[in-house]
């Protein structure tokens, strides 16, 4: 019985090797989706932003505005950015858009705070 899972676990391994080396970078396609949501007007068209780019490319960062509001960052957790408050506990941090490629396809939330 343990050969038998060896010899599956090595046909794994060697599917897994040769789907690696049939990817030839010309083939590959390497773009991401990415979708922000701006959460300046909730529901309305046009309140989400949406990009295709290469893998490892930067995102351009949009210049948002919401009357009232500061701009606190974009956040991959939708909760996270729901909370308007200055004072509230964030686990997580903002995804920083200036300095950090896409790699994956992402969907981020904007968080605004009174």
């Given amino acids: 019985m343990k050969k038998l899972y060896n010899g599956i676990y090595v046909c794994i391994l060697a599917l897994m090797l040769l ?3 049939s990817c030839d970078d010309d083939d590959c396609d ?3 989706f990415v ?5 300046i007007n909730s ?4 309140d989400e932003l ?10 351009p960062v949009p210049e948002l505005v919401k009357e009232g509001y500061e701009f606190a960052g ?3 957790d939708q909760a996270t950015a729901n909370n308007h408050t200055a004072s509230a506990t964030i686990k997580f941090e903002p995804f920083d858009l200036d300095n950090i490629p896409i ?6 939330y904007a968080r605004w705070i009174k």
Avoid: H
């Avoid at 979708?35 to 959460?39: A, D, E, I, K, Q």
């Avoid at 529901?43 to 046009?46: A, H, K, L, M, R």
């Avoid at 949406?50 to 995102?59: D, F, H, N, T």
């Avoid at 790699?103 to 981020?108: A, W």
């Fill in 19 to 21: 789907c690696v080396i």
């Fill in 30 to 32: 390497r773009t991401c």
């Fill in 35 to 39: 979708t922000l949501v701006c959460n």
């Fill in 43 to 46: 529901g309305v068209e046009g």
């Fill in 50 to 59: 949406y990009y295709e780019v290469q893998a490892g490319e930067m995102l």
């Fill in 74 to 76: 974009w956040y991959t």
């Fill in 103 to 108: 790699y994956l396809d992402v969907v981020l």
